[in-house]
């Protein structure tokens, strides 16, 4: 089975979550449990760094579905960054970039949540 | 079984048998009495062969009992006591007849022959049930005494009829006698089939061996009196009455043996009855394991054996289950004080340590020490049972009396526990198997109705070649196409995929049947209709789930194609062999249920050239993986389409096909692939191919 790896790491307010590998329905639990436990701590500044993701199937998109709400309800987002071109593809045929904030580096991500904090 | 000589002679034994015995009353008639000694031996000669096919054809029958040594000493019993009858009333209503040659008659030979045939029989029967007694769990091949003792045997029937000189006794038949008795007597200590009776068995032996010990013993006296019978049969044939008392003396010493030994089993017969009874139990439990499924019943089997086995008044047994330990059977104990404690000892945390453990009145007593009411167990058993290290649950067993448990008793309460281990897994495999096979064919019904939901057949039109797949990755999926004649001119399709695999993904999409066969009676608009759509599935669609679409439709008269795309896969254009992709705006149904999904969506419409094939598909075809989980890719699928100028589109369809096998060849399929393909042919020539 393709492997898949998932960690939080905290950079200020906000949590970035490293994916690795293959994101597909036996994976998505992984990162269901990931978003629980930051929900948990009432963490809800993610950023999702997809740099190290090779695949993401519909079942893993439906993750960030199933979380985003919570988030935003808080006074937070989930934002992605550092896309491969063909992990974008999926989200971009799919329309996440109309709903969702898409960013070439993590620091624009966790910048634009720190702005707002200003603001 | 089979005596080292009676393979010579093969069936009628019986006929042959009777043949002698005809053959010896002609003979007899013809010679009453004689003293030459050559018609002497072909008379012995004869009655020894009557006697030993006698005994070939008594075999059948002894052999069939060789199981049960009792019914055959009863048999002999039987025979003796005919025999002791006839000798006893003879002898007391004939007196010796004093000179034989003078006073034999007609009477007199009758008489003598069907006494001597008698007393043939009970030889016969006698010899033969000695025999199999012999063989009864004779574990090795030498039975050299035994052999030996039948020749002696036959060597004593012939000497009997050498003559006696007046004053020497028969010295050679004297020596075979004795030779013989003492044969019989180490023969007959092979009486270890006594050992496996049971207690009751051993009684009744004991009591039988004394009577037929006694009946032997008159019998074997009285062939040494100077009687009527002993006259008529060593008149009748001398070998004979000697081979008679030899089975007496046998059955006398025989029946000693058997009265000593069975006396001597008696006090350890309980305990050997006990053994067998726990062989034979584990015997039938290893075989109620294979046969029944239900493990509630040999739950019941268990605990039952187990106080049986172990000496124990109550045993019980409890299963672990995800909410804790349940009851599974008692056996001689009420459910509540079983559950009762079951709980005492589980509170204490001696079931965690997952170990065999005994405990004596004292310790039962400090365990329960305010429910006084409840017990008066003064020993009691816990087992765990356990397969591949894991405790399934535990069988106890309690007893009243106040002893321990004995080292055996606590190994067969183990023994039980293991086999109830092993039962416990089985009747969960097996009722997992059961489960899946049901589910199995509950899918393969699932299967037939998404067949159903689409359509059977793809619509036939006069400027429009259709041709559609679907290959579902598991026995059900979730994508889905269909067409719609809206009305003379426009005909509706769809292509929808349903975000997930399986049977989740094919509830959804049998819902998204049913609101686009719905909506597409009533709108027009593929983008209003999509918008609709979005609506109605908000009901129902749980936040992780999405489906995206292509709706549209070809207006024919115009020549048109007008379609939006909620989130869905390009369409493609193939016009000239060069692909267009269109991918008008439009996010997936269920990911925005505001205005999001209104406003980005955007309906396109095309103006259709002769020859352009449109091709709709799911991510099941670009994401079909190889064994090295490289996918198919968008270069693949559309160098195929692009490569000639297909006339047909179903020879499209095929090529398709056989690429994607070509490429994922031994990788099993991820997704469920659909694929729709229509060409528009305007000017209306029928199509070249076929």
Not at chain 2, 67 to 78: A, D, H, K, V
Not at chain 2, 151 to 172: G, T, Y
Request: negative net charge; aromatic residues 12%; contains cysteine.
């Amino acid at each position: 089975m393709a492997d898949f790896n998932v960690t939080t790491r905290g950079v200020g307010p906000v949590r970035v979550i490293d994916l690795k590998g293959y994101l597909d329905a036996h994976t998505a639990p992984e990162l269901e449990q990931e978003f629980n436990k930051l929900i948990d701590h009432n963490d809800y500044k993610v950023v999702v760094n997809f740099d190290e993701l090779k695949y993401i199937s519909s079942a893993g998109l439906g993750v960030f579905m199933a979380y985003v709400e919570t988030m935003r309800e808080n006074k937070g987002d989930i934002k992605f960054s550092n896309m491969q071109d063909d992990v974008f593809n999926i989200f971009d045929l799919l329309g996440f970039p109309v709903l969702y904030e898409f960013f070439k580096d993590e620091k624009e991500a966790i910048e634009k949540f720190n702005q707002k904090e200003k603001s | 079984m089979n005596l080292p000589y009676s393979g010579l002679v093969s069936a009628r034994k019986l006929e042959i048998t009777i043949l002698i015995g005809i053959i010896i009353l002609v003979f007899k008639f013809i010679f009453p009495i004689t003293e030459n000694s050559f018609i002497l031996i072909l008379n012995e000669v004869l009655i020894f062969c009557a006697l030993y096919f006698g005994v070939l054809y008594t075999s059948h029958f002894t052999q069939l009992k060789k199981n049960e040594p009792i019914s055959l000493i009863i048999n002999i019993g039987i025979f003796n006591a005919v025999l002791f009858f006839l000798s006893a009333l003879s002898s007391s209503l004939f007196e010796v007849i004093p000179s034989l040659e003078v006073n034999v008659n007609f009477i007199y030979s009758a008489i003598s022959l069907i006494i001597a045939y008698i007393f043939m029989a009970g030889v016969v029967v006698v010899l033969s049930a000695f025999k199999e007694l012999y063989f009864i769990r004779l574990k090795t091949d030498t039975h050299k005494s035994y052999d030996a003792m039948i020749v002696f045997f036959i060597l004593a029937f012939f000497a009997a009829s050498l003559p006696d000189s007046n004053e020497d006794p028969n010295f050679i038949g004297l020596t075979f006698f004795v030779v013989s008795i003492i044969l019989i007597s180490i023969n007959s200590f092979r009486v270890s089939w006594i050992a496996f009776l049971t207690k009751k068995q051993k009684t009744q032996l004991l009591i039988i061996s004394i009577i037929l010990g006694i009946i032997f013993i008159l019998n074997a006296v009285s062939t040494f009196e100077n009687s009527f019978i002993k006259q008529l049969l060593e008149n009748f044939s001398p070998g004979l009455h000697s081979l008679l008392r030899l089975m007496m003396i046998y059955g006398s010493i025989y029946c000693g043996i058997i009265f000593f030994t069975s006396l001597f089993h008696l006090p350890t017969a309980e305990a050997f009855d006990k053994k067998v009874e726990e062989a034979s139990s584990l015997k039938d439990l290893s075989r109620l394991i294979t046969q029944v499924f239900d493990f509630n019943e040999l739950a019941d089997s268990i605990t039952n054996l187990t106080t049986k086995v172990s000496n124990s008044d109550s045993a019980w047994l409890v299963t672990k289950e995800p909410g804790g330990l349940k009851l599974s059977s008692v056996s001689n104990i009420g459910y509540v004080d079983a559950d009762e404690i079951t709980k005492i000892f589980e509170s204490e945390g001696i079931l965690n340590q997952e170990e065999f453990v005994t405990f004596s009145r004292k310790q039962i007593r400090l365990k329960i020490k305010n429910d006084i009411r409840l017990f008066d167990f003064k020993a009691l058993a816990i087992s765990p049972l356990k397969v591949h290290n894991n405790t399934s649950g535990f069988l106890f067993a309690a007893r009243k009396q106040n002893y321990g448990f004995d080292e055996d008793e606590k190994k067969s309460i183990e023994a039980f526990a293991d086999y109830a281990a092993v039962a416990l897994e089985n009747a969960k495999l097996i009722e997992e198997s059961i489960e899946k096979e049901r589910l199995k064919s509950e899918l393969k019904v699932a299967r037939e109705i998404q067949y159903k939901i689409l359509p059977s057949t793809t619509p036939n039109c006069d400027n429009l070649q259709v041709s559609a797949l679907f290959i579902p990755a598991y026995e059900v999926g979730g994508d889905y196409y269909d067409f719609f004649r809206m009305n003379e001119d426009k005909l509706g399709f769809v292509i929808a995929d349903v975000s997930g695999k399986g049977i989740s993904s094919a509830f959804i999409m049998a819902e998204v049947k049913g609101v686009f066969e719905t909506l597409a009676k009533l709108i027009d608009s593929p983008k209003e209709l999509l918008v609709k759509a979005n609506n109605i599935l908000s009901e129902s669609l749980d936040k992780k789930s999405f489906v995206t679409a292509v709706y549209g439709f070809v207006d024919k008269k115009k020549g048109q194609l007008s379609f939006a795309r909620a989130g869905h896969m390009p369409v493609y254009i193939c016009r000239n062999q060069k692909i267009e992709k269109l991918v008008p705006n439009g996010i997936g149904l269920g990911l925005d249920y505001g205005y999001s999904f209104e406003q980005n969506l955007k309906e396109q419409t095309v103006d259709l050239v002769d020859n352009d094939i449109i091709v709709l598909y799911t991510d099941g075809i670009t994401e079909a993986k190889n064994i090295k989980m490289e996918e198919f890719g968008y270069n693949r699928f559309e160098s195929i389409i692009s490569s000639e100028n297909f006339e047909n589109v179903e020879e499209l369809k095929s090529k398709i096909i056989n690429k994607i096998s070509s490429f994922t060849q031994g990788n099993s399929q991820h997704d469920d692939i659909t694929l729709v393909l229509m060409k528009w042919v305007s000017n209306n020539k029928p199509s070249g191919v076929n």
